[in-house]
């Protein structure tokens, strides 16, 4: 007997056009469900549609959402709220958002209880927020209940919004990229509570994500999105193993792994939104194995398992085919220094957030500095690239030592170094279009003329990969991955040595990420660029980078070779964080929590 | 992860042919804001009234300052609204009264507002201790009552146009000042900024050219208000016998001469009070659409 059962859902926003459409599925008793998908894919609002509710502007026009017996579409919005929290329990991305700032943890909890059922007493509420805490793994002191939220980590956070959710013994658990933006040592950690809660109390999880090594470590089955319409569902194994879409293919190609260097294979072409969706198969203007017949008319369902189908005409050819994913070559770095900072000792204010670590790039090298969030990694490559000036120790740029301050420093090391910033949302002015802000840099180190300006930036642009139109453009008209792009062609304009990247993925999409670090890649090939590569995450270092720097709390912990680092780390932390980064090709290992 | 919907404007509206002309963001915000109803009755009155202020001279039946009948006479054909405290013609007055008004507030606003931002991005933008000594000073300012500040110094200088509208605008300053140094700091901490830092763009430079486009719009919502204010102020002054002298014909300076013959000739005070208060509140109008817009236009250009 399934917990929820969907049945083709449909989610307008105004103008009849569909998020979602015709979409169906199925959560037994202590199943994980994952919906995978990239942005736009209509994740969410399915996610929130288990809750009957749709996004401001948005509609639930078709389809019913069955809870146990309950038809949740047909009730009345007061017996609606009531299932709310009660049998069907949300969690969202930012645990942070979700908290009151101002109200202690232990009273927020309590709170939940005291919504949906008034005459709990005291001391039974009090009983029941510390069974949650101890199920999610959270000490059950006064000192903690009676903490505030921003007294904890962003980990902790996320397990009290999860001990919120499940408090009043929900059937039905919705999470909604509960792991995102957490380290992964905290996104291991709640995904063992997940499995535990789903083993314990038979709880059924519909877990949204676009990441797909998670979905392969913590979920039973799995169904992939693309535009709103199911493109593949099935078993985790069956999915990852013998993919029946060429969309899943296509995603499974372009995610790094941490366990085999390999070229990320890009998607062609960008996701279809509402309203500029093609005929036929929605995927088939991106696919490679389109024939004539996927360009109009309906996509059969073809079954390829036991409970493992997939939308596309072509499913078992697609099933059978062995996706290509050919090994990067390997340009020799050079035997020059190009860049060197050595013994940096950093501090924001009073507090020293970087303790003595040291860093060399060499020719046409790339260097991965790796570390969680508040290991140092950000503070050092601002210290390198001299926009944080407080540091001791000196950073050398080819046997000339540079001034703290990038005021103080020569224009040509300037123009030598460059930094693309994490976000493109933030780093491009949203007031000035492309092509002045390609130019800028232009003006800046080489006093450009007008025409010089207009063939740089053009140029800059191909070099890129984006159209010379796209010049006139503001940066709001342009997708997360086109403005990234704009800002690597900011970057290259300047002719740089080194190009600092700082996590320069982490905003975008799989399939984004991709062709981004692809186009790194050929840029390093092409011009003997040297990168400095800042991550979080392993699997892109596996893929991109020759040396690995591993800093944690501010202090170098393990340096080395890429291969020899990831294969046999030497120190327990970088050990803890290899064993925590999931894969795609290794079977969910996640122990639960006893 | 942002999903879903496309953003009402932005990507959304780019058409993938050729032939696209991107608009700038003020422009939408300005298409944008004429939906409003608002925005649509508060243009219109504004301009009325500025229009009336422009060629009222023309229209006048008499000279400003010609007597058409006894003091304080109700409306007749000679003198359609009455005459005023000496007998001169209301309507006339009405007529020729507004230019000094309109232009001395628009004036003393926009003086504000450039002293303001002037004040904001230097302090917005420099080491704290810079920082705190400019906006401290504004404070200090702020503290001052507008009327008594101007009224000492119209005092000690004498009533002038052009110290009107200085005083006006150097007592908005404090108040522009605090609005925009808000938001020049939250802008000189984004990633676009620390871009500009880092290729070496001078400070000048990074507040023209990054940090000024990014404030443009509270800024123009706050200049709204600063309009308003200064007409009130400059109509207050008038009123207390600081500002625009008579003979000349002021709507201010007309509240002030005939508030004695409320009673018998109310149309002398309720035409230039309405005038006033129809500027005012279009100008109001105006502004609150286009704070609207600017919510909107701004949600949907962040992610």
Same mark, same amino acid.
């Given at each position: 007997?399934?917990?929820?059962?969907?049945?083709?859902?449909?989610?307008?926003?105004?103008?009849?056009?569909?998020?979602?459409?015709?979409?169906?599925?199925?959560?037994?008793?202590?199943?994980?469900?994952?919906?995978?998908?990239?942005?736009?894919?209509?994740?969410?609002?399915?996610?929130?549609?288990?809750?009957?509710?749709?996004?401001?502007?948005?509609?639930?026009?078709?389809?019913?959402?069955?809870?146990?017996?309950?038809?949740?579409?047909?009730?009345?919005?007061?017996?609606?709220?009531?299932?709310?929290?009660?049998?069907?329990?949300?969690?969202?991305?930012?645990?942070?958002?979700?908290?009151?700032?101002?109200?202690?943890?232990?009273?927020?909890?309590?709170?939940?209880?005291?919504?949906?059922?008034?005459?709990?007493?005291?001391?039974?509420?009090?009983?029941?927020?510390?069974?949650?805490?101890?199920?999610?793994?959270?000490?059950?002191?006064?000192?903690?209940?009676?903490?505030?939220?921003?007294?904890?980590?962003?980990?902790?956070?996320?397990?009290?919004?999860?001990?919120?959710?499940?408090?009043?013994?929900?059937?039905?658990?919705?999470?909604?990229?509960?792991?995102?933006?957490?380290?992964?040592?905290?996104?291991?950690?709640?995904?063992?509570?997940?499995?535990?809660?789903?083993?314990?109390?038979?709880?059924?999880?519909?877990?949204?994500?676009?990441?797909?090594?998670?979905?392969?470590?913590?979920?039973?089955?799995?169904?992939?999105?693309?535009?709103?319409?199911?493109?593949?569902?099935?078993?985790?194994?069956?999915?990852?193993?013998?993919?029946?879409?060429?969309?899943?293919?296509?995603?499974?190609?372009?995610?790094?792994?941490?366990?085999?260097?390999?070229?990320?294979?890009?998607?062609?072409?960008?996701?279809?939104?509402?309203?500029?969706?093609?005929?036929?198969?929605?995927?088939?203007?991106?696919?490679?194995?389109?024939?004539?017949?996927?360009?109009?008319?309906?996509?059969?369902? $073809?079954?390829?398992?036991?409970?493992?189908?997939?939308?596309?005409?072509?499913?078992?050819?697609?099933?059978?085919?062995?996706?290509?994913?050919?090994?990067?070559?390997?340009?020799?770095?050079?035997?020059?220094?190009?860049?060197?900072?050595?013994?940096?000792?950093?501090?924001?204010?009073?507090?020293?957030?970087?303790?003595?670590?040291?860093?060399?790039?060499?020719?046409?090298?790339?260097?991965?500095?790796?570390?969680?969030?508040?290991?140092?990694?950000?503070?050092?490559?601002?210290? $390198?690239?001299?926009?944080?000036?407080?540091?001791?120790?000196?950073?050398?740029?080819?046997?000339?030592?540079?001034?703290?301050?990038?005021?103080?420093?020569?224009?040509?090391?300037?123009?030598?170094?460059?930094?693309? @910033?994490?976000?493109?949302?933030?780093?491009?002015?949203?007031?000035?279009?492309?092509?002045?802000?390609?130019?800028?840099?232009?003006?800046?180190? @080489?006093?450009?003329?007008?025409?010089?300006?207009?063939?740089?930036?053009?140029?800059?642009?191909?070099?890129?990969?984006?159209?010379?139109?796209?010049?006139?453009?503001?940066?709001?008209?342009?997708?997360?991955?086109?403005?990234?792009?704009?800002?690597?062609?900011?970057?290259?304009?300047?002719?740089?040595?080194?190009?600092?990247?700082?996590?320069?993925?982490?905003?975008?999409?799989?399939?984004?990420?991709?062709?981004?670090?692809?186009?790194?890649?050929?840029?390093?090939?092409?011009?003997?660029?040297?990168?400095? @590569?800042?991550?979080?995450?392993?699997?892109?270092?596996?893929?991109?980078?020759?040396?690995?720097?591993?800093?944690?709390?501010?202090?170098?912990?393990?340096?080395?070779?890429?291969?020899?680092?990831?294969?046999?780390?030497?120190?327990?932390?970088?050990?803890?964080?290899?064993?925590?980064?999931?894969?795609?090709?290794?079977?969910?290992?996640?122990?639960?929590?006893? | 992860?942002?999903?879903?919907?496309?953003?009402?404007?932005?990507?959304?509206?780019?058409?993938?042919?050729?032939?696209?002309?991107?608009?700038?963001?003020?422009?939408?915000?300005?298409?944008?804001?004429?939906?409003?109803?608002?925005?649509?009755?508060?243009?219109?009155?504004?301009?009325?009234?500025?229009?009336?202020?422009?060629?009222?001279?023309?229209?006048?039946?008499?000279?400003?300052?010609?007597?058409?009948?006894?003091?304080?006479?109700?409306?007749?054909?000679?003198?359609?609204?009455?005459?005023?405290?000496?007998?001169?013609?209301?309507?006339?007055?009405?007529?020729?009264?507004?230019?000094?008004?309109?232009?001395?507030?628009? /004036?003393?606003?926009?003086?504000?507002?450039?002293?303001?931002?002037?004040?904001?991005?230097?302090?917005?933008?420099?080491?704290?201790?810079?920082?705190?000594?400019?906006?401290?000073?504004?404070?200090?300012?702020?503290?001052?009552?507008?009327?008594?500040?101007?009224?000492?110094?119209?005092?000690?200088?004498?009533?002038?146009?052009?110290?009107?509208?200085?005083?006006?605008?150097?007592?908005?300053?404090?108040?522009?000042?605090?609005?925009?140094?808000?938001?020049?700091?939250?802008?000189?901490?984004?990633?676009?900024?620390?871009?500009?830092?880092?290729?070496?763009?001078?400070?000048?430079?990074?507040?023209?050219?990054?940090?000024?486009?990014?404030?443009?719009?509270?800024?123009?919502?706050?200049?709204?208000?600063?309009?308003?204010?200064?007409?009130?102020?400059?109509?207050?002054?008038?009123?207390?016998?600081?500002?625009?002298?008579?003979?000349?014909?002021?709507?201010?300076?007309?509240?002030?001469?005939?508030?004695?013959?409320?009673?018998?000739?109310?149309?002398?005070?309720?035409?230039?009070?309405?005038?006033?208060?129809?500027?005012?509140? /279009?100008?109001?109008?105006?502004?609150?659409?286009?704070?609207?817009?600017?919510?909107?236009?701004?949600?949907?250009?962040?992610?």
């Amino acid at each position: 007997m399934a917990v929820a059962t969907i049945n083709s859902l449909r989610v307008e926003i105004p103008g009849g056009l569909d998020v979602v459409d015709g979409l169906s599925l199925e959560i037994g008793p202590g199943e994980v469900l994952a919906l995978v998908g990239e942005s736009g894919s209509g994740k969410t609002t399915i996610g929130t549609s288990m809750l009957a509710h749709a996004r401001s502007g948005a509609r639930i026009t078709d389809g019913t959402i069955t809870i146990g017996e309950t038809e949740i579409l047909e009730l009345a919005a007061e017996p609606q709220r009531a299932l709310r929290g009660k049998t069907i329990a949300y969690v969202p991305q930012e645990p942070a958002a979700a908290l009151n700032p101002s109200i202690r943890i232990g009273r927020q909890l309590e709170e939940v209880i005291f919504d949906h059922e008034r005459h709990v007493s005291r001391a039974q509420r009090r009983a029941r927020v510390e069974s949650a805490l101890r199920d999610v793994g959270l000490p059950v002191t006064d000192e903690f209940i009676s903490r505030y939220p921003h007294q904890l980590s962003g980990g902790q956070q996320q397990r009290v919004t999860i001990a919120m959710a499940i408090i009043l013994a929900p059937r039905l658990l919705v999470m909604d990229e509960p792991t995102t933006g957490l380290d992964v040592t905290t996104q291991a950690r709640i995904l063992a509570i997940v499995r535990t809660l789903c083993r314990d109390h038979g709880i059924a999880v519909l877990y949204v994500t676009h990441d797909l090594a998670v979905v392969r470590e913590i979920a039973d089955r799995v169904i992939v999105l693309y535009a709103g319409r199911v493109a593949e569902s099935g078993p985790v194994e069956d999915v990852f193993q013998q993919p029946g879409h060429p969309y899943t293919q296509a995603l499974l190609g372009a995610v790094p792994d941490i366990s085999e260097r390999a070229s990320l294979v890009q998607i062609p072409g960008r996701a279809a939104r509402p309203g500029e969706r093609p005929s036929g198969c929605f995927f088939h203007p991106r696919c490679p194995m389109r024939i004539e017949r996927c360009e109009s008319g309906e996509v059969p369902t $073809i079954r390829l398992g036991t409970a493992h189908h997939a939308c596309c005409h072509r499913a078992e050819r697609v099933a059978q085919s062995e996706p290509r994913r050919p090994a990067p070559t390997r340009l020799p770095k050079g035997a020059e220094v190009l860049l060197a900072a050595s013994r940096i000792t950093a501090s924001h204010g009073r507090t020293e957030v970087l303790h003595d670590v040291s860093l060399t790039v060499h020719e046409r090298e790339c260097v991965a500095l790796v570390g969680e969030s508040g290991s140092g990694k950000t503070t050092l490559s601002q210290c $390198i690239i001299g926009l944080h000036e407080r540091y001791t120790g000196t950073v050398v740029l080819r046997d000339r030592p540079l001034a703290s301050s990038v005021r103080e420093r020569p224009k040509d090391a300037r123009r030598a170094i460059q930094y693309i @910033f994490q976000s493109p949302y933030n780093s491009l002015n949203p007031r000035r279009t492309v092509g002045e802000i390609v130019a800028l840099p232009l003006r800046v180190f @080489f006093g450009s003329s007008h025409r010089e300006l207009h063939a740089g930036v053009r140029d800059a642009l191909e070099r890129v990969g984006l159209s010379a139109a796209l010049a006139a453009y503001y940066p709001d008209q342009l997708s997360g991955g086109e403005r990234q792009r704009v800002s690597i062609a900011r970057a290259l304009v300047c002719r740089p040595e080194v190009l600092i990247c700082d996590e320069v993925t982490s905003a975008l999409d799989v399939s984004v990420q991709a062709a981004i670090v692809e186009l790194l890649r050929g840029l390093q090939a092409e011009n003997g660029l040297s990168l400095v @590569f800042v991550t979080h995450n392993l699997a892109l270092v596996r893929n991109i980078a020759d040396e690995v720097v591993v800093l944690a709390d501010g202090r170098l912990v393990e340096r080395g070779d890429t291969a020899s680092v990831l294969d046999a780390p030497r120190d327990p932390y970088t050990k803890q964080l290899i064993a925590d980064t999931p894969s795609i090709k290794r079977v969910g290992d996640i122990t639960p929590v006893s | 992860m942002t999903s879903g919907l496309a953003p009402v404007l932005g990507e959304a509206q780019r058409a993938p042919g050729a032939g696209f002309k991107p608009v700038p963001l003020w422009m939408r915000i300005l298409r944008g804001s004429l939906h409003l109803w608002r925005v649509r009755i508060g243009l219109t009155l504004a301009a009325l009234v500025v229009l009336l202020a422009l060629i009222g001279p023309a229209l006048a039946p008499h000279s400003a300052s010609a007597f058409a009948g006894i003091p304080f006479a109700g409306p007749s054909a000679q003198a359609p609204l009455g005459t005023d405290a000496l007998g001169r013609d209301v309507l006339s007055r009405v007529l020729d009264g507004g230019r000094t008004v309109v232009w001395m507030s628009l /004036a003393a606003a926009s003086f504000g507002m450039v002293l303001g931002t002037f004040f904001a991005l230097v302090a917005g933008s420099s080491r704290p201790l810079v920082d705190d000594a400019i906006m401290r000073m504004m404070d200090v300012l702020l503290a001052l009552p507008v009327i008594i500040f101007t009224i000492l110094f119209i005092s000690l200088l004498g009533p002038k146009d052009w110290l009107v509208v200085l005083l006006v605008g150097i007592a908005h300053t404090p108040q522009v000042a605090r609005t925009a140094r808000g938001v020049t700091v939250e802008v000189m901490q984004r990633d676009f900024v620390r871009a500009a830092q880092a290729l070496g763009v001078a400070r000048r430079q990074i507040l023209i050219g990054e940090v000024l486009p990014n404030i443009i719009t509270p800024l123009a919502v706050e200049f709204g208000l600063r309009i308003v204010w200064s007409i009130a102020a400059i109509a207050a002054l008038s009123f207390l016998g600081y500002g625009i002298q008579p003979p000349a014909a002021d709507w201010g300076l007309m509240i002030n001469e005939n508030r004695t013959g409320l009673a018998t000739q109310p149309w002398a005070v309720i035409a230039p009070v309405l005038c006033i208060a129809a500027f005012a509140f /279009a100008v109001n109008l105006v502004t609150e659409g286009l704070a609207r817009t600017v919510a909107g236009v701004d949600r949907s250009t962040r992610s």
